[in-house]
Structure formats: structure tokens, C-alpha cells
């Protein structure tokens, strides 16, 4: 059984190293937080409350994490940006079988060369994190977004 409350100390790095291995565009590493058989997806926030699957992405392993970060270095050509996360303190919503239920919001600015910061997307983290033997991972990190509208593609990770 997990021990939340060191458990939460754990919780609240592994979003802080999520959120500072984006913000370094050390993309090559985001796969790393997740258990090889994962779910990450970016959704907007009324088909989530509505209970309709469509999402702006949804990978289902690791294995395609890895084949975005192949496809952001590689193949997708973008005007290139810097990204920083402004994230909350995780909620515990419940913990059961080595697994811990957490939200937090998120907010993440957007700069381009040259040009003012901008909010590029915000809303809540929704996740299911599992304690294995290198620490938490998570299982599930569905990314759901407010607004109905992204200002542009969706490139690197939220």
C-alpha cells in the first residue's frame, strides 16, 4: 500500500521534473515519466465533460510517446518556442492499489523568438500515477484543456 503521505512529496516532484524536463525541451526524456503501457491524451474540456472520446491527441504507450518525440525532432516542421508550466499542488482524489488519483491545473505560457509571452493553453491534469521500483510513473495523464479552441497545433507535450 502506497504511504500518501511521503507518497505526496513524491507526487509533487514528479509533476516539478515533468514540468521542468518540457519546459527545458528535454522531450527525449518525457517518456520516461510514464509505465510502458500508458495513456496520455490532450482533450478539450467539453468533450471531456461530456464523455466524448475525441481529442486533439491521445497516444496509448509509451512506445508512441517516444514516436512524437521522433516526430517533434525529426518530422514536424513548426516555428520553434520556448514553453513554461505554471502548475498547482496536486489533489489527491483517492489512493488504492499502489495507485494514486490526482489533479492539479496547469497554465502554460508560450514564448517565440522575438516575440511577448502569450497563454497557450490551460486547464487540469487528470491522473492515475503508479509507484514502481524507480519511483512514481504515470499511468494515465490526460491533459484537459478550457477553452474550445487551440490557438495553433498542438506540437509539444502540455
Not at 507526487?11 to 527545458?24: F, M, P, V, W
Request: with cysteine; proline share 4%.
Amino acid at each position: 500500500m502506497l504511504d500518501i503521505s511521503g507518497g505526496y512529496v513524491a507526487l509533487q516532484n514528479l509533476y516539478g521534473e515533468y514540468s521542468a524536463c518540457l519546459d527545458a525541451g528535454d522531450f527525449e526524456r518525457w517518456p520516461d515519466f510514464f509505465l510502458d503501457e500508458c495513456e496520455y491524451r490532450i482533450q478539450a474540456r467539453e468533450n471531456y465533460d461530456r464523455k466524448l472520446p475525441l481529442s486533439i491527441l491521445w497516444l496509448e504507450s509509451r512506445g508512441m510517446l517516444k514516436d512524437r518525440v521522433y516526430g517533434i525532432r525529426e518530422t514536424l516542421y513548426h516555428d520553434p518556442y520556448y514553453q513554461r508550466h505554471i502548475v498547482s499542488a496536486p489533489r489527491v482524489i483517492g489512493v488504492e492499489g499502489g495507485e494514486i488519483r490526482s489533479e492539479a491545473n496547469y497554465l502554460v505560457l508560450r514564448t517565440k523568438r522575438d516575440e511577448f509571452s502569450e497563454v497557450f493553453n490551460a486547464g487540469r491534469y487528470i491522473d492515475v500515477v503508479r509507484e514502481t521500483p524507480e519511483g512514481l510513473r504515470f499511468k494515465s495523464r490526460s491533459c484537459i484543456f478550457d477553452s474550445e479552441v487551440v490557438k495553433n497545433s498542438i506540437i509539444y507535450p502540455i
